[in-house]
């Protein structure tokens, strides 16, 4: 019954490969984000999807593009992963459209680039 | 933009010694969240604050929101071994939330 769930959990890869994030959220929220935190433990959004539509796009590279198949489901697809994409990545489920409610968070996918 | 300073970086206690993080913003906030995340764990929601000079407690941890909705502190009485973790505040501002820096705390048993 895991209210945010995100796969895998752990991926390790060599620079330039693409790959892909999954993340599900069953509790019936409308908002979904993507998170970075990096080894100081900064968090800095990266993504945030209202019913599928894109409300927020922080300055991230073109390399990374969100996908939302359905207001359940956030997806964010690396293309050629460079070593300073080495991170947690944390998904992230809030209620309705505001930005200011409380976030609910995956476990995290820990991406180490080799 | 909003400019959002959380302090101190880093604080290591003796575990029954007392501590408080502090959120400062140079812009007037709609509300404020706080987050704590473990060792190798998630950010878990704690609390919103949306008064002001609203002050809430849980257990052994208070929240305070200050009177002209700038800054806010957590403090936690008398620390255990499991209080260890980062605490982030999260003001919003013009329907934006965001993450400060965080405050990663240590307690000595």
């Known amino acids: 019954d895991t209210a945010v769930s995100q796969t895998p959990k752990y991926l390790v890869t060599q620079m330039g490969n693409d790959k892909s994030i999954k993340c599900e959220q069953n509790?019936?929220?409308?908002?979904m984000y993507w998170y970075k935190q990096d080894s100081k433990k900064f968090l800095k959004i990266m993504f945030s999807y209202n019913n599928k539509e894109l409300i927020i796009n922080e300055t991230v590279p073109n390399r990374f593009s969100p996908k939302s198949p359905d207001k359940a489901h956030l997806n964010l697809h690396i293309n050629s992963l460079e070593l300073g994409d080495s991170a947690v990545y944390f998904c992230?489920?809030?209620?309705?459209?505001?930005?200011?409610?409380?976030?609910?968070f995956g476990d995290g996918t820990r991406l180490s680039i080799l | 933009g909003q400019q959002v300073m959380q302090i101190p970086q880093y604080q290591h206690v003796q575990e029954g010694e007392d501590f408080t993080t502090y959120c400062n913003s140079s812009?007037?906030?709609?509300?404020i969240q706080w987050y704590k995340q473990r060792p190798g764990g998630h950010p878990v929601f704690l609390i919103q604050l949306v008064k002001s000079g609203e002050v809430k407690k849980q257990k052994r941890l208070t929240f305070q929101f200050g009177e002209a909705k700038k800054n806010s502190s957590l403090h936690i009485t008398a620390t255990q071994t499991t209080d260890v973790g980062t605490y982030f505040c999260v003001p919003t501002n013009a329907g934006k939330s965001t993450f400060g820096d965080g405050t990663t705390l240590t307690v000595k048993p």
């Open positions: 509790l019936g929220h409308d908002t």
């Open positions: 812009t007037t906030l709609s509300n």
């Open positions: 992230a489920s809030s209620q309705g459209r505001r930005l200011n409610q409380p976030q609910h």
